[in-house]
């Protein structure tokens, strides 16, 4: 079903498993998705060949200098994950740099994920910061984007590690972040099913939450302008640089960091689990793997058919994981219930930076074609 538009017939992307159910897919004249057209537009920025080789070593340069005197080179943000586990691995060992570990606790780590991230930072022997929520602004806000019933019930933490990451980079005085995101592997996360938007953070918890946000960090777009063009802090998708097979990568960060695998994707964090196993596949029609499993066949990883076979069930969930969720929201099951059952709404409904992004789209574009934004950034939002 399409939510925009029920009356769309159902559209599967003839090279990879993105479909309709992506309300704003675009397919071309033989019906290749635009999120394939994105792919090819990162792959062509980061090649595996000798220029991808060239670019990093320049970057890499780049950083060093401006680390030059400081304690750290750069940020590194740390979740316990893989991803993570790897990004802190490649910058020390592979590239030779100094980071700093950041960790974001948003009262959700499972224990995996926190022996993870101290056996990470013991074996690289790394300084990490940990920046505790306050768990009753943040449960109020999780709850806040559970009533709204969009499918964006994850981006308080993602836009809040991001701006966790680029304050203690002011405070440190480190020009670079690493960000742990891999287009061969994770994907182009649509934009219908992860809405990144500081103002829409603060209207529905206008709307829908208890609390004022006095705790939370936020990533307005006065903050994008002030890191980015004040302080210049640049964020770089470093694994992009890199070939990422994960059985592979998990072989090495399980020998040299004594990593523990915790499962499904990013289900170091017990509400990430809940809510791509649970909520998302099940109220939302939105399956996190298809993404994944779309990259993995772009990057050669996965045929078709693998891919295809891999979402053919319905995402598995653990049937504890409800009655534990709702015991952290300090709610009755029932209650939690009756707040997931809302009828399914979008980041449309409320109000965000989109309209005007919307309507800023020829400058924006114009920037993106002169590299003063990332040109993937007007795809995502506006292509
Ligand atoms: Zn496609």
Redesign the pocket.
């Given at each position: 079903m399409d939510m925009l538009n029920p009356e769309r017939p159902y559209q599967i992307?003839t090279?990879?498993i993105?479909d309709t159910t992506v309300p704003s897919i675009r397919f071309d004249e033989d019906g290749?998705?635009n999120?394939?057209e994105m792919h090819d537009i990162i792959a062509e920025q980061y090649p595996l060949d000798e220029r991808g080789k060239k670019k990093l070593d320049v970057t890499v340069a780049r950083i060093k200098k401006a680390g030059e005197g400081k304690k750290y080179d750069v940020i590194c943000g740390c979740s316990g994950g893989r991803d993570s586990s790897w990004t802190m691995l490649v910058a020390v060992k592979k590239l030779g740099l100094r980071p700093l570990v950041v960790h974001f606790d948003n009262g959700w780590n499972s224990s995996i994920a926190v022996a993870n991230i101290k056996n990470a930072c013991d074996a690289l022997d790394l300084d990490l910061v940990t920046y505790v929520a306050d768990w009753d602004e943040f449960r109020d806000l999780q709850i806040a984007f559970l009533k709204a019933s969009t499918p964006d019930v994850e981006v308080p933490t993602d836009v809040a590690i991001h701006a966790v990451m680029h304050k203690i980079a002011v405070e440190e005085g480190v020009k670079f972040i690493f960000n742990g995101h891999s287009f061969r592997t994770e994907g182009i996360a649509p934009k219908d099913w992860t809405y990144l938007d500081g103002r829409y953070i603060r209207d529905v918890q206008k709307l829908f939450g208890k609390f004022k946000l006095n705790h939370f960090h936020n990533f307005n777009l006065g903050d994008y302008f002030y890191y980015h063009f004040i302080k210049r802090i640049e964020v770089i998708p470093i694994l992009n640089f890199f070939p990422y097979v994960k059985k592979d990568v998990d072989k090495i960060i399980e020998a040299e960091l004594g990593w523990q695998n915790y499962g499904g994707h990013h289900h170091e964090s017990t509400y990430t689990k809940f809510i791509q196993s649970y909520l998302l596949p099940r109220k939302f029609h939105v399956d996190k793997r298809r993404t994944e499993n779309?990259a993995m066949i772009r990057s050669g990883y996965m045929t078709r058919e693998e891919a295809l076979e891999g979402v053919k069930e319905l995402y598995p969930y653990d049937e504890t994981l409800i009655g534990y969720v709702a015991e952290k929201f300090d709610m009755t099951e029932a209650e939690f219930r009756e707040i997931t059952d809302q009828p399914v709404k979008s980041f449309r409904d409320y109000k965000s930076y989109y309209p005007m992004i919307r309507m800023l789209g020829l400058p924006i574009k114009t920037a993106a074609q002169l590299g003063i934004i990332p040109r993937l950034l007007y795809l995502k939002f506006l292509g």
């Open positions: 992307c090279r990879c993105m290749v998705c999120f394939c779309s």
